[in-house]
Structures are given as structure tokens and as C-alpha cells.
């Protein structure tokens, strides 16, 4: 690839070696992968109850958005057990659709996240303060990272280009988090409502990028797993 590529900060980390994985290590790498999804799933369930809950006594859209958009990252970590469920573990036709399923999911966030932020400008809401909704925007922005790391560091052992891609889901997550979180206190504080649909709208663009990125396979380890030479990541990036 000729263009040079703008990795979202913390979204992929570092690289290292190409290397065979033996059986075993590649069976606990799937097991952990899966694992963490699951735990994605439960998490991002429970955060998008809380939040619109938390949404609606405040009035907020921005934080509205922000538990109306865990369903849309949650199906991403669906997408992920399905592609490391049954017969499909090794198989490369199933990392190429599960990889292409999380890239339409990213293109289905961006979207959502940019017309709301828009009418949230357009509009000039002015949210009520949730502490609720501040409390649980800082549990994200603390979970969210290290989730992803987990999973970039997993993916790219794998060579798992739908692995990689949750991961940098739940980083966007955690990025929207912050953004939600820094109107919530700065509207608190300052009256400064429009804080958040602004960063909003930037990673609505970040989700476009990195959504085109994974369905035309350029993102990090898009190399799937080869089941005859257990071969993982052989991308640039790994490297």
C-alpha cells in the first residue's frame, strides 16, 4: 500500500515478529479471544441500559447516543464469536466475512454518531448533569483501552483482522466516552454544551477511515490464519 496510513492513537499496538503458532498456543489464543468478546458483550449491554436510562432523566442526547451506540459496537464482539465458533475457528473464509461484517459495523456507527452530534449543534440542547452518566463514561474510558489492547495483541498474533477491528471499536468507545464525559463536566462547569458533539463528529470521521481500512483488508494483521502452517500475522504491520 503506496499511502501512508493514520493509525488511531492506541487503536493497534506494537508490533512484533511474524511466527508460527504450534496448535495448542493458537487453541488458547482463540479461547481468550472469545472470552473477551463475551465479556465486551456483557459489558456493552449493560452500559447501554444504564445510559439511556441515565439519557432520558437527564435529557441528554449526547449521552443518549452514546447507549444507543453500544448495540451497534456489541454486534461487533457477537460478529467475533461467531467467526472462532465451530468449524469456522480456521477457517479463512470465515475471518474474510466476519472481517468485512465489523467493517459494516463501523460504517453503520459513523453515521449515527455524526447525524446526532449534528442535531445536538443544531439544536443547542443543553443537557441536565448526570452524575450517573459522568460515572459511567470514566468506567469506560478506563475499561474500553484495555480491552482493546487485549484484542490488538491477540489479533495480530492470530492474524485475526475481525479480532483487531473489535478492539479498535472498543477504543472509539472509549474515545465517544470521553467525548460524552467532557460535555457532561464541562457543561456542568462552564456551560460549555457543545463539547461533545464536536469530538463526536471526529470520530464519526476516525470510524469511516478505519471501517474502509478493514473491509478492503488494509487494517492491521488482515492476514487471516493459514490452517495448514498455523501461520499468524503477516502484514506490514506485524513487523
Not at 466475512?97 to 453515521?111: D, G, K, T
Not at 450517573?132 to 492474524?159: D, E, F, N, W
Not at 475481525?162 to 465517544?176: F, I, K, P, R, V
Not at 470510524?207 to 506490514?236: K, L, M
Request: with cysteine; hydrophobic share 45%; net charge neutral.
Amino acid at each position: 500500500m503506496s499511502a501512508t496510513q493514520i493509525d488511531l492513537p492506541l487503536a493497534r499496538t506494537t508490533s512484533q515478529e511474524q511466527q508460527r503458532l504450534d496448535p495448542r498456543e493458537r487453541d488458547r489464543l482463540i479461547r481468550r479471544a472469545k472470552a473477551l468478546s463475551w465479556l465486551s458483550l456483557a459489558y456493552m449491554m449493560a452500559e447501554g441500559a444504564i445510559a439511556i436510562t441515565a439519557a432520558l432523566l437527564a435529557g441528554s442526547i449526547a449521552l443518549l447516543g452514546f447507549g444507543l451506540d453500544s448495540a451497534i459496537e456489541a454486534l461487533a464482539s457477537a460478529i467475533v464469536i461467531w467467526r472462532f465458533t465451530g468449524t469456522r475457528r480456521l477457517s479463512q473464509d470465515a475471518e474474510r466475512r466476519a472481517e468485512r461484517l465489523v467493517a459494516i459495523s463501523f460504517l453503520l456507527l459513523a453515521p449515527y454518531v455524526a447525524q446526532d452530534a449534528t442535531r445536538t449543534l443544531i439544536a443547542g440542547h443543553h443537557p441536565h448533569t448526570s452524575w450517573v452518566g459522568i460515572g459511567l463514561s470514566i468506567s469506560s474510558v478506563i475499561v474500553m483501552p484495555q480491552l482493546a489492547t487485549a484484542k490488538h495483541r491477540i489479533g495480530r498474533r492470530l492474524g485475526s483482522g475481525a479480532t483487531t477491528g473489535e478492539g479498535t471499536q472498543n477504543m472509539l468507545c472509549a474515545y465517544l466516552a470521553a467525548g460524552v464525559l467532557a460535555s457532561l463536566a464541562l457543561n456542568a462547569a462552564f456551560g460549555l454544551w457543545w463539547a461533545d458533539p464536536a469530538v463526536a463528529l471526529v470520530i464519526a470521521a476516525l470510524a469511516v477511515y478505519e471501517g474502509r481500512q478493514t473491509w478492503q483488508g488494509e487494517g492491521c494483521c488482515a492476514t487471516p490464519i493459514d490452517s495448514e502452517t498455523n501461520t499468524g500475522c503477516a502484514d506490514g504491520c506485524c513487523r
